[in-house]
């Protein structure tokens, strides 16, 4: 059982729009810890995709995005794109645990 | 460039003890915390351990591994360690070096290593 929630699986269609979300708690995300997304193409390291909440690293398409709420955060992917296709975990820091956590991740499908 | 090369993966039985090492460069190794994540086959990532930059060590671990696992690092070498000890099955995945932003509390991985396999046998 992980400390923050996703959804296993979402899909979308190319060029369409998916959210994923990252349910968390007051120990994590609502304590004001920050989320950071990361991009997992399988049989590969995980790629930093967000960090801060919002923030994008150099290179990373601006169709990608994140927020954060309360005890949640969500990631964003504008214009799917083949590519796109991959496992997708948020990550914050948990006060109660002293330690980081991850989410379950969430299997990205573009039909 | 930044790079981590993680080493010392291999096959122990359960109860048996292994060391990864993770060598570092393109950066100023000492002043960043660096981290350990796992990712047993076919699951999700998961969060192991964290030690801090700069002379802090301070040090972080899941309570999974909590009492069973070491984290250290040797600053002139470059190399970051995880003394893993009394080994599971469970403890059965790839171990990912990952480096932070922050210093002293983890914040969130920037580059990561390719990953070393550990297989416990029971």
């Known amino acids: 059982q992980s400390a923050l929630t996703q959804p296993p699986s979402v899909s979308g269609a190319p060029g369409q729009k998916v959210t994923i979300s990252c349910s968390g708690s007051i120990s994590n995300i609502g304590a004001g810890s920050d989320v950071h997304w990361y991009q997992q193409v399988p049989g590969t390291a995980p790629k930093l995709l967000i960090f801060f909440n919002t923030n994008r690293p150099s290179g990373v398409p601006d169709r990608f995005s994140g927020s954060k709420s309360g005890t949640s955060a969500s990631l964003a992917i504008t214009g799917l794109q083949a590519e796109d296709e991959a496992d997708y975990y948020c990550q914050s820091f948990d006060t109660s645990l002293s330690g980081s956590v991850f989410g379950g991740g969430t299997k990205l499908t573009v039909l | 460039e930044v790079q981590l090369l993680e080493s010392g993966g291999g096959l122990v039985q359960a109860g048996g003890s292994l060391r990864l090492s993770c060598a570092a460069s393109g950066f100023p190794f000492s002043s960043y915390a660096m981290n350990w994540v796992r990712q047993a086959p076919g699951k999700g990532l998961e969060w192991v351990s964290s030690l801090s930059g700069s002379r802090t060590s301070t040090t972080y671990y899941t309570d999974s591994v909590r009492g069973r696992f070491v984290i250290s690092r040797d600053n002139s070498k470059n190399t970051l360690y995880l003394q893993m000890n009394s080994l599971r099955p469970e403890d059965t995945a790839v171990y990912y070096c990952?480096?932070?932003?922050?210093?002293?509390?983890?914040?969130?991985?920037?580059?990561w290593g390719q990953g070393a396999l550990v297989t416990v046998s029971s």
């Open positions: 990952a480096k932070d932003v922050a210093v002293v509390r983890p914040q969130y991985s920037d580059h």
